[in-house]
């Protein structure tokens, strides 16, 4: 079955709130994770990742009144990223990847982590030595490949057919 986006309008009757209600949340959050943690705690919403994205890209732009003009950025510093579903790792990587020593420097969050991707292959030979599996030193490659400084591994992230999937 199809996964339904969570749309600004979706996310607002989930919640039940007025549009003013999803506003005021909005300008409340920090950031887009800071909105999710908010959601989570006051509203018993998980949302992942995703569907926080997804909330913002349909959220109506509101600026506060009296809130300084933000200036447009002339060039600004965007990092691609490589998105890809915790499905595409084992239960071992998902082990390793929360131990401090890993050789990864995964970040994690509540639904993933996010591995920063460097330019030294060697990563890959220590990966391995430290137990990692072929397919997620595969993604991490593909990352540097493509030019991205980040591989995002997220519980609802892209699943790609031609990488093999993990139930765990």
Not at 4 to 11: G, I, L, Q, V, W
Not at 26 to 39: K, M, R, S, W
Request: with cysteine; proline share 7%; hydrophobic share 30%.
């Amino acid at each position: 079955m199809p996964r339904r986006k969570m749309t600004y309008e979706a996310f607002l009757k989930k919640a039940n709130l007025s549009k003013e209600q999803g506003i005021e949340l909005l300008n409340q959050a920090d950031d887009p994770i800071n909105f999710g943690e908010i959601v989570s705690k006051k509203y018993n919403i998980e949302l992942t990742i995703r569907q926080i994205a997804e909330i913002y890209d349909t959220a109506p732009r509101i600026q506060n009144e009296g809130a300084p003009k933000m200036p447009r950025l002339q060039k600004p510093f965007i990092r691609p990223m490589l998105n890809a579903s915790t499905a595409h790792i084992t239960k071992k990587d998902d082990e390793l990847l929360k131990k401090e020593d890993n050789p990864l420097s995964p970040y994690r969050y509540e639904f993933g982590y996010i591995i920063h991707i460097g330019e030294d292959a060697g990563t890959r030979k220590a990966a391995k030595e430290y137990g990692h599996s072929d397919t997620l030193l595969d993604l991490v490659d593909e990352a540097r490949d493509r030019g991205c400084h980040f591989l995002q591994l997220d519980s609802d992230g892209e699943e790609y057919p031609e990488l093999p999937t993990y139930d765990w």
